[in-house]
């Protein structure tokens, strides 16, 4: 007796079958309604693995359409200003796959993507993503391989959109502090709190 899952057939016999529409509605190439859902996202993570399977998720934001539709199987996602770890660039040079979540405020559903990604460098590529006189020098390309919208279930339980959801001030400790903590400065709260204010304000692209 056994309370871990190893193996597929427990597993398939552990739930009921998939509705067949959630089958249904799984594809290898992007039709209008994700195109649309897409170019008004303003949010997504991106879920990439090493070599050895080691994942690790990223959040990717911008104004709507910041991610691009080249064609039914080509997506481009442009690279902003982060903290240089390069994490998910290092996985992908490793191991091209990538999974993608796309969320618009406001909307139960979301948009899940599978593919393989490869690191652009290339001007005509990434020439819509400028922003003023700041250009992205370094984005990802992606081949969709599947694609399917999600249902609301996950965002109605979390009330993630709704209004009283939303951490009230001291609720949770700053940034400034959490950082003080984890990475052992002499700097005051106050002073990484400023600092984190100014790259938020200044530094965004």
């Known amino acids: 007796m056994t309370d871990t899952i190893d193996n597929v057939d427990t597993l398939e016999q552990h739930f009921d079958p998939p509705l067949a529409a959630a089958v249904a509605i799984m594809r290898d190439s992007l039709d209008k309604y994700q195109r649309q859902f897409i170019e008004r996202s303003p949010f997504a ?49 490793e191991n091209p796959k990538i999974g993608i979540i796309f969320m618009i405020p406001g909307l139960r559903e979301t948009l899940r993507i599978s593919g393989e990604a490869s690191i652009t460098t290339s001007e005509e590529q990434l020439k819509y993503a400028k922003v003023g006189k700041t250009t992205a020098k370094t984005g990802l390309l992606i081949k969709v391989t599947k694609v399917y919208f999600h249902c609301g279930k996950a965002m109605i339980r979390s009330k993630l959109w709704d209004e009283k959801s939303k951490a009230q001030p001291g609720e949770m400790p700053t940034f400034g502090e959490i950082i003080k903590a984890e990475a052992s400065l002499n700097d005051s709260t106050e002073q990484l709190d400023e600092m984190m204010e100014g790259v938020y304000k200044d530094h965004l692209y």
């Open 45 to 93: 993570c991106i879920a990439t693995a090493d070599a050895s399977g080691q994942p690790t998720i990223s959040p990717k934001g911008d104004a709507p359409g910041f991610i691009k539709v080249i064609d039914e199987n080509t997506l481009v996602i442009p690279d902003r200003i982060g903290n240089n770890k390069l994490e998910s660039f290092h996985n992908l040079l």
